[in-house]
């Protein structure tokens, strides 16, 4: 009997063959085994037009039997009768025989699938060969068993698991994970094999037909089971793809640019992070260079997040933190993070635990303090300080103030570079001979005149630096010209890029900014080859160590980052790359100590631990002299010891010195050597010259920064910053707006053709007609010798302009000397009498080493804001608080920061600029926003107030309408009120008090500690509408107040009391009274006697002659009414001088003349 029955097989093999419905006729016998779901060959597919039905077979007893002459092949495609000698094969357990042909074909035809009998698609156990002469059974290795399938046959495995819900559609998917393992173990003896392991996780999933986010529609079908497979899988992982991750060996601590670069590159690309991104994105191509654009910042997330995992596992397999986390690690330090925060990313294996943090500490510390300063004798070392304070919180609020110190060290070989140490050749060294010694020049002047003639040679304004100052303003007069038509465009259709005009002080310096801003800046942190910087991966950022070399056959980060680290020579004594920061570039070293330094004892106490420090240099040198040739050059150690600090510890250190002077003159019982200096930092002194100038011009500058700062606050930013570059970065705009405004007006006079000379005659035209204008002239010199200042910091070859310095500071000692800045008149004297007196050795040394050090990216700044930075890169590691285990914080973050600190802010984000070069550094955009660029909110200011117009200027009156007063009398009307005229002539004024300063301090009285008010008038003056109204009612007090209140505030002083009661001992002589006696006093009476005395003696006055009082009210207000006034006459002499005309030398030049 014949049956006919529709067959589906599985899915097709990975390298088999298609299975497809079949329809086959077979014997009841074997109904059931047909009944399942299996395959059948190929080629009994149904064939076109007709159909082909298999033949019956004769089935065969269990056991083997003779032959019998009518069997045949079961196979339904031959049907080959078989003879008594035929060979042939019997399937068991269902006994069908195959000829040789068939068998061999069912074998082939199976691919990686079990074997399956041609005639029922049963799956045989084995199978019994009968020959002519020997007949064998031979098992059947490959079965249709779950296990079986499982390992060597999954697809099947899976299918025939989940083949019922496939076809409900309850599963979407059935998935097969197997992992295969092959290896060679050694057995007994010498023997070895093969090792062979499989791992097969099965799971289903589930389509969600509800949900609505696309990302979730397929759902594991059985969780729970899923669950288990998974870990049996990732089990596998663990060992064949985690394990091999791990990274034989750390480069130093990256930053997140340079982990990332690391991560694209050839070297740093691991197997896990492959496997992790493609899981994750579903991806199976990698670029590399992709994520480093600044454009593709999704992509690059994705990479991010893909490498930051892959280290969060191989932590669980490593000892040490990975890349990741000592990054995190890293930027913990800077942070205040509390300790469940810190146990928190700990926990999570995001950071270091706090075992390997503390330890870590405390490893810092002892190798820090283990290596020490390794100084040779003929090195040279200057120490930089500054304190660095941390608030004490709770009752016992305070500071806890404690001192960093820059260990700068001059190697002997950069000392040899500068033209020291010619051992060989005697006669071309340079002179350590001093000059001359300040207390012998000062002896050999004894007339008033020769005095005066060496207080200005010394301290005065020279005719050099009014060209400078000249040369400064014409310049910013002629970029005004050069670019008017960018400034009338503005930045309506493109953004305009102008170049930094803030950095031009001479012709020189405008080449270098036009240059820079048409070609942008070489590109010197950047680790990629040279022929890729300008293509996509452009955008790089800053990064740890910047290479000074960057060519062709330098790589994305691995060896090739490595090894241009350790070509420029930045490996410590261990052999450790250490990467080229600050205090790489300069050979810094940090150390913290717990001392105040606004205290006398410890400024003496750091001064005696450099001499001491220069000492024993000496004494090594010494020991170690018959190393060196018999005519070698003394260490440098013995011509200069060189201290560099800020205004207050500099000031409190040359009064040390002062006294040290008065007393041993520098003797043998001295404490101090001559050639001890001292050098005050340039960075404070521009801060203390722009507090200066916001000082003198508070109320004109009120009224143009209020146009852009809405605030009396964030004007007061503006006016008195505590950082220059809260000043400087708007300052610059005011000063092009006034120029601006003064080249279109007069334009609209002479045409389109001007010259910076005729501009500047304009103005001086203007400032001689209106007070108003003359003041804004004024400013505009003020603001040029700040700009002078700025930049002397950044001019020259990385060592800055000390000439420009000297000028500048020579300029700005009359600014000092008209408010009272008495220790910056100390220290800028000091500083030009040492520099006058020194040896070339000496100025070499200040001039290359001492007066600028290196930024990060190779920019010189001056030494003090050099330790301003180290001061920052603390307090990012330890706060501003003071902390349970501070000092040990502190000692920590000395040691390690010159290796993981002392970089640009930039290095810690993973994007750079959006071009190859850093435009922002070489060009200034011009925009409409006043928040960024306040250049048109300065001209709109300056129209309406007219000051550079052909109009008389005028200012707003207080209140919301557009109400004006116009400015044309010879009154200084400014916003707010009435100045004292004599503001115009402050900076003359001040010269004088310069003049007379050095005089009597440095000539007559050298060394003189104590400096008072009384000996040289240094006092503020009234340079401002509240000042003048505050001197005012304060001068009613004295002369006309009966009330003991009145005279209780500091500023009444015993000296002012004492010379009201002789004023009006004087009014009484004057009016023939006498009958009043005046109050005799002690020599020494305290203020309340003093104070006493003058209201009984006062009343006595007003009771018996009551015009008195009247009379001296009178008088005070036509003095300070008259104080008001100036006139044209006086602004013509006065706009005369150099500081208004400027140099004839620099006027005369072609460039400012030519149209």
């Not at 395959?39 to 003779?66: C, F, I, L, N, Y």
């Not at 009752?395 to 001059?410: E, L, M, P």
């Not at 610059?732 to 006079?749: G, R």
């Not at 306040?934 to 000051?947: G, T």
Request: proline residues 4%; glycine residues 6%.
């Amino acid at each position: 009997q014949r049956r006919r029955h529709g067959v589906r097989g599985p899915p097709p093999s990975s390298g088999g063959r298609g299975m497809q419905n079949r329809r086959v006729d077979v014997s009841r016998h074997h109904a059931d085994a047909v009944r399942r779901r299996i395959s059948v060959p190929s080629k009994w597919r149904r064939a076109a037009g007709g159909r082909q039905e298999a033949p019956a077979v004769v089935a065969a007893s269990d056991a083997p039997t003779a032959r019998t002459p009518t069997q045949s092949c079961g196979a339904p495609a031959c049907l080959k009768q078989l003879g008594e000698e035929d060979e042939h094969f019997v399937l068991r357990p269902c006994n069908h025989i195959l000829c040789t042909l068939c068998a061999f074909k069912s074998q082939v035809e199976r691919c990686s699938l079990p074997q399956r009998c041609p005639v029922c698609a049963g799956y045989p156990e084995s199978c019994v060969y009968v020959g002519k002469d020997a007949r064998q059974e031979v098992p059947n290795k490959a079965s249709n068993s779950i296990e079986y399938t499982r390992v060597n046959i999954p697809q099947l495995c899976v299918y025939e698991q989940h083949k019922d819900g496939l076809k409900k559609g309850d599963i979407a998917q059935a998935v097969a994970l197997t992992i295969n393992t092959v290896e060679i173990r050694s057995g007994d003896g010498n023997n070895r094999y093969y090792h062979r392991d499989t791992v097969t996780s099965m799971f289903a999933l589930r389509k969600d037909r509800d949900a609505k986010d696309k990302n979730r529609l397929l759902h594991f079908a059985n969780p729970a089971q899923a669950f288990i497979e998974m870990q049996a899988f990732g089990a596998a992982l663990h060992a064949t793809v985690l394990k091999p991750s791990l990274e034989a060996e750390l480069l130093p601590i990256l930053s997140p640019r340079e982990l990332l670069e690391l991560r694209c590159s050839m070297e740093g690309r691991r197997v896990l992070d492959a496997l992790l991104y493609g899981m994750a994105t579903g991806e199976v191509e990698f670029d590399g260079e992709k994520f480093l654009r600044r454009d593709v910042q999704d992509d690059q997330r994705q990479f991010c997040s893909t490498i930051a995992a892959a280290d969060l596992l191989l932590q669980n397999v490593r000892d040490k933190p990975g890349y990741f986390q000592l990054l995190l690690f890293t930027l913990m330090e800077k942070q205040r993070l509390t300790r469940n925060f810190s146990d928190l990313l700990s926990a999570f294996r995001l950071a270091p635990s706090r075992a390997y943090a503390h330890s870590d500490q405390i490893q810092k510390v002892l190798d820090n303090s283990k290596h020490g300063l390794k100084i040779g004798p003929r090195d040279l070392v200057i120490l930089l300080f500054d304190n660095v304070g941390f608030k004490v919180l709770g009752r016992q609020a305070g500071y806890d103030q404690y001192t960093i110190f820059n260990v700068v060290i001059i190697t002997e070989a950069q000392l040899k570079s500068a033209g020291f140490y010619r051992d060989d050749d005697a006669s071309n060294r340079i002179s350590r001979k001093r000059r001359h010694t300040w207390r012998d020049r000062i002896k050999n002047v004894s007339t008033d005149e020769e005095k005066t003639q060496l207080a200005r040679q010394v301290f005065g304004i020279n005719a050099t630096d009014y060209e400078i100052l000249s040369t400064c303003v014409l310049e910013d007069i002629l970029f005004a010209i050069d670019y008017g038509e960018e400034l009338v465009a503005g930045n309506r259709s493109s953004i305009t890029k102008l170049p930094r005009f803030d950095r031009i002080v001479n012709e020189l310096t405008r080449d270098i900014m036009d240059r820079l801003s048409a070609v942008g800046d070489s590109a010197t942190s950047s680790t990629l080859a040279a022929s890729t910087q300008s293509q996509a991966s452009a955008g790089i950022i800053p990064r740890n160590y910047l290479p000074r070399d960057v060519d062709d056959g330098l790589e994305i980060a691995g060896p090739g980052l490595l090894n241009s680290v350790r070509d420029n020579g930045l490996e410590d004594d261990s052999g450790a790359v250490v990467g080229e920061n600050r205090y790489g570039r300069n050979g810094t070293k940090l150390q913290v100590e717990k001392i105040d330094l606004s205290a006398k004892s410890s400024v003496d106490a750091i001064m005696q631990y450099s001499v001491t420090f220069a000492e024993n240099q000496l004494a090594e040198w010494r020991r170690t002299k018959h190393k060196y040739p018999a005519d070698a050059e003394e260490p440098i150690a013995s011509t200069i010891i060189g201290l560099g600090c800020d205004g207050q510890p500099a000031a409190q250190a040359q009064r040390i010195l002062f006294d040290e002077y008065e007393v041993y003159r520098y003797g043998n019982d001295s404490a101090y050597p001559e050639h001890l200096f001292v050098s005050p930092g340039g960075f404070h002194m521009v801060l203390k010259l722009l507090n200066v100038n916001g000082e003198i011009f508070e109320d004109i500058l009120r009224e143009i920064v209020g146009a852009w700062r809405n605030s009396t606050d964030k004007v007061n930013f503006f006016i008195w910053p505590n950082d220059p570059n809260q000043r400087k970065l708007e300052e610059k705009w005011f000063q092009l707006a006034s120029n601006h405004v003064a080249v279109q007006h007069l334009k609209k006079t002479k045409g389109d053709k001007v010259t910076a000379v005729e501009v500047d005659d304009f103005m001086l035209e203007r400032a001689r007609q209106y007070p108003l204008c003359a003041l804004f002239l004024l400013e505009n010199r003020a603001s040029k010798i700040v700009k002078l200042m700025i930049n002397s910091e950044r001019m020259g070859d990385q060592t800055g302009c000390v000439k420009h310095f000297f000028s500048a500071m020579r300029l700005a000692m009359p600014l000092f000397a008209v408010t009272h800045k008495t220790d910056y008149m100390m220290l800028c004297t000091e500083l030009l009498i040492w520099y006058d007196c020194a040896s070339d050795a000496e100025r070499l040394i200040y001039e290359r080493f001492i007066f600028t050090r290196l930024t990060a990216n190779g920019k010189s700044c001056f030494h003090d804001l050099f330790v301003e930075l180290s001061v920052m890169d603390t307090r990012q590691v330890c706060g501003r608080v003071s902390v349970k285990g501070l000092e040990t914080k502190l000692k920590h973050a000395a040691a390690t920061i010159p290796t993981v600190s002392g970089r640009d802010s930039s290095a810690q984000t993973l994007r750079g600029n959006a071009g190859g070069t850093s435009r922002h550094r070489t060009c200034v955009n011009l925009s409409n926003d006043p928040m960024y660029c306040q250049f048109y909110s300065a001209v709109e200011k300056l129209e309406a107030m007219r000051i550079w117009s052909d109009e008389p200027p005028r200012i707003k009156r207080k209140g919301r309408g557009d109400h004006y007063d116009i400015c044309d009398g010879e009154i200084l009307s400014v916003p707010g009120g009435e100045l004292d005229a004599s503001i115009l002539e402050s900076h003359k004024i001040g010269v004088d008090r310069t003049q007379e300063y050095g005089i009597y301090y440095c000539i007559d009285n050298y060394g003189k500690s104590t400096r008072t008010q009384a000996e040289v008038d240094l006092s503020k003056r009234d340079m401002t509408v509240d000042s003048i109204k505050q001197s005012m009612e304060r001068a009613m007090i004295l002369g006309t107040s009966v009330k003991s209140r009145d005279f209780q505030p500091k500023w009444c002083t015993i000296a002012l009391i004492k010379k009201e009661i002789d004023s009006h001992c004087q009014d009484l002589q004057v009016m023939g009274k006498d009958s009043i006696e005046a109050p005799s006093l002690r020599k020494v009476s305290s203020k309340h006697d003093m104070i006493s005395a003058l209201i009984k003696f006062r009343k006595k006055i007003f009771d018996d002659h009551p015009g008195v009082r009247q009379d001296i009210e009178t008088r005070i207000s036509e003095k300070f009414e008259k104080a008001r006034q100036t006139t044209k006459k006086s602004r013509v002499e006065l706009l005369k001088s150099t500081l208004f005309r400027l140099s004839d030398s620099v006027r005369s030049l072609d460039r400012y003349n030519a149209k």
